[in-house]
């Protein structure tokens, strides 16, 4: 059985950075991209980064780039990201899920709070 | 970037209703759409692939349709478990973009 797992959520104060984790299970985690999603409060889903299964391609949605990195840990089946200066627009309930291209298995989700 | 819209944004039906939920995109993207479906509370399911392949376990009565522009998602009788939010999300390039999402109410 496929589980995604995240943690590492919580309360940050602008400007400051935080690092969200995703421990995988039940698939061969190095032969699949895994790609982190997030959702504002009351508002729809938004992309925000892949990382392909070998760890050497990465993609990420213009309103993070150069603020978050995306990075993973084959040996330890975990995702990572890494999020850095933190704004209150990035306010939201992270998933990380499974892409095949479509995202076939998604975690159960970790709040994000950007507040002073 | 590929831009996704979906209409209607809500919609309010009735148990036993044919439902239909559109999905259009910016510029062509074949058939390279995914549907998923997020209840109250929730972390999305993936519903659809290939813009009409149901996912192993779905029920029959959703079903998808469409290329290249213009795609659709439809529930044939809808049932009070469906009450949820769909959203479709393009998976021809990167960056991946999502629809602004359909909130579906039962009547």
């Known amino acids: 059985e496929v589980q995604l797992v995240e943690s590492g959520g919580g309360l940050v104060q602008p400007g400051g950075c935080l690092r969200l984790?995703?421990?995988?299970?039940?698939?061969?985690?190095?032969?699949?991209?895994m790609s982190w999603v997030r959702q504002a409060p009351g508002k729809g889903l938004e992309w925000v980064s892949v990382?392909?299964?070998?760890?050497?391609?990465?993609y990420y949605a213009d309103s993070v780039k150069g603020r978050f990195n995306i990075s993973r840990d084959n040996s330890k089946n975990t995702l990572y990201l890494q999020m850095n200066s933190l704004r209150a627009e990035d306010t939201a309930v992270y998933y990380c899920?499974?892409?095949?291209?479509?995202?076939?298995?998604w975690g159960q989700g970790n709040l994000v709070t950007v507040s002073s | 970037d590929i831009q996704l819209t979906q209409s209607p944004s809500f919609l309010s039906a009735s148990v036993g209703d044919r439902v239909t939920i559109t999905c259009r995109a910016s510029q062509g993207i074949s058939s390279y759409l995914a549907w998923y479906q997020q209840k109250p509370g929730k972390a999305p399911k993936f519903l659809i692939y290939?813009?009409?392949t149901l996912q192993s376990g779905v029920p029959s009565r959703f079903s998808g349709s469409g290329s290249a522009t213009e795609f659709t998602l439809t529930i044939s009788s809808l049932q009070p478990e469906d009450l949820a939010t769909y959203y479709c999300q393009q998976v021809n390039n990167y960056p991946r973009t999502f629809g602004g999402g359909t909130k579906v109410e039962i009547k």
């Open positions: 990382i392909s299964g070998s760890g050497g391609s990465t």
């Open positions: 984790s995703c421990a995988a299970s039940g698939f061969t985690f190095s032969s699949y991209a």
């Open positions: 290939a813009a009409s």
């Open positions: 899920a499974k892409e095949s291209p479509q995202l076939d298995y």
